[in-house]
């Protein structure tokens, strides 16, 4: 049994994900491919793809060309959600309309989209839980703990007995829901625009971002919602945690996690870069909830409005832990 895996965007998630699956599929007489724009996978295909020192680019194939999907048996979305759009378009123009579809976005709203607009296609949800940061042009760095979730397909479970440390689950969205938790501190540390080991070790911005997990569970409760645990800490433990001394938060909790000191969000790293964010799809997926359920989220509320203030400005904005929550309304 062998599969074409193609992986449309070779950013750091895509390019980690195929690194990790393409040796061993390789060995099944199958194959990765890598869609990506040209001066992104320009370097790779001159030098090896390293992530944490390990070459891993001979088994995987690099192009800008999306015409590389007509005979894929698997197609991984893994780029930024507001490229999804364009690889819609890209996916309905040139995939087979039997090849399922796995996506790898951040929060909901990607997959719920792609249900919407591709009709028959099998769609299926994926979640990464780490993060993965460029430390050049063709290396990589994986920060965080946690293993890889993803929808039960014959497919990913495939990718499983390859020997992957993947979670497989019939239904990933309580997971999903977990993530979308941890992931409403991107916004929080796109603003403050300093790494999260400096950030976390301030009260103040940690307060933000109990406010905003709480805001979060209350609209989940009201509307329902299942959601699982991601990552190692409770979310409801946490709204204590976070508001704990600095000095004691630094000694029960940052000290004991090993947090890469200069790791940022993707959110930090675009906000910098001048790219758009993927604010609607994180936070602005809990304010969505809260009006379709008549609640108030004021914090992931002002959270989306400084986000995209922030993306029309020439500069990031760097505020202050007093600043932000003055902006916040704490």
């Not at 994986?142 to 993803?150: H, K, N, V």
């Amino acid at each position: 049994m062998s599969y074409h895996i193609v992986i449309l965007g070779a950013g750091a998630i895509g390019c980690h994900f195929g690194a990790t699956i393409a040796a061993d599929i390789l060995a099944e007489n199958g194959h990765v491919t890598l869609i990506g724009r040209e001066t992104t996978i320009a370097p790779m295909q001159k030098a090896a793809l390293t992530i944490d020192n390990k070459a891993t680019a001979k088994a995987v194939t690099f192009t800008s060309d999306p015409a590389a999907m007509k005979d894929a048996d698997l197609i991984v979305l893994a780029l930024k959600s507001h490229a999804l759009d364009a690889a819609i378009e890209q996916i309905e123009t040139f995939a087979q309309p039997e090849t399922p579809i796995l996506s790898l976005l951040n929060g909901i709203a990607p997959v719920r989209t792609l249900q919407e607009r591709l009709g028959a296609r099998r769609v299926l949800a994926g979640m990464v839980p780490f993060n993965v940061v460029w430390t050049s042009p063709t290396e990589l760095h994986r920060s965080g703990p946690g293993e890889i979730a993803l929808e039960r397909h014959e497919i990913t479970v495939w990718l499983k007995q390859l020997g992957h440390d993947f979670h497989i689950a019939d239904d990933l969205a309580p997971i999903q829901y977990g993530k979308l938790l941890l992931n409403l501190i991107n916004p929080i540390n796109a603003l403050a625009g300093i790494p999260l080991h400096d950030m976390l070790s301030d009260r103040g911005y940690r307060r933000i971002f109990a406010e905003a997990i709480a805001e979060a569970l209350a609209v989940y409760d009201t509307a329902g919602i299942t959601w699982e645990q991601v990552g190692p800490s409770s979310p409801r433990l946490a709204l204590k945690v976070m508001r704990l001394p600095n000095w004691l938060f630094r000694k029960m909790v940052l000290n004991k996690q090993n947090l890469d000191r200069n790791s940022m969000t993707s959110m930090a790293s675009d906000l910098a870069a001048g790219k758009p964010t993927e604010i609607d799809t994180i936070n602005g997926e809990i304010v969505r909830l809260g009006q379709l359920h008549n609640l108030k989220t004021p914090i992931n509320t002002s959270l989306v409005a400084l986000v995209k203030q922030a993306e029309a400005s020439s500069s990031p904005p760097k505020l202050a832990a007093s600043r932000l929550l003055q902006d916040v309304g704490l």
